[in-house]
């Protein structure tokens, strides 16, 4: 006769759950604080004739904001 069961610790998925949402809200912190959307808003805001004194034109505007990031 062999005895079976299907007993687990029912805790075990709520601190999983509870690790991954904490891990989720730290990378959502993370993402926002690294967000550029404020900076390309300023720069859309600007004139064209505003935007031709710093040297960047209205369609490099996200290439300039991201200049540190990406090599292009």
Same mark, same amino acid.
């Given at each position: 006769?062999?005895?079976?069961? /299907? %007993?687990?610790? &029912?805790?075990? &998925?709520?601190?999983? =759950? %509870?690790?991954? %949402?904490?891990?989720?809200?730290?990378? /959502?912190?993370?993402? !926002?604080?690294?967000?550029?959307?404020? !900076? $390309?808003?300023?720069?859309?805001?600007?004139? =064209? !004739? !505003?935007? %031709?004194?710093?040297? $960047?034109?209205? =369609?490099?505007?996200?290439?300039?904001?991201?200049? =540190?990031? *990406?090599? *292009?």
């Amino acid at each position: 006769m062999a005895i079976q069961t /299907n %007993a687990y610790s &029912p805790w075990l &998925p709520a601190a999983y =759950d %509870a690790f991954f %949402a904490k891990l989720g809200q730290g990378l /959502n912190s993370y993402i !926002e604080t690294r967000s550029r959307r404020a !900076e $390309i808003a300023a720069l859309e805001a600007k004139s =064209d !004739e !505003e935007l %031709a004194k710093m040297g $960047i034109s209205r =369609d490099r505007i996200v290439h300039y904001v991201f200049r =540190d990031m *990406v090599w *292009v």
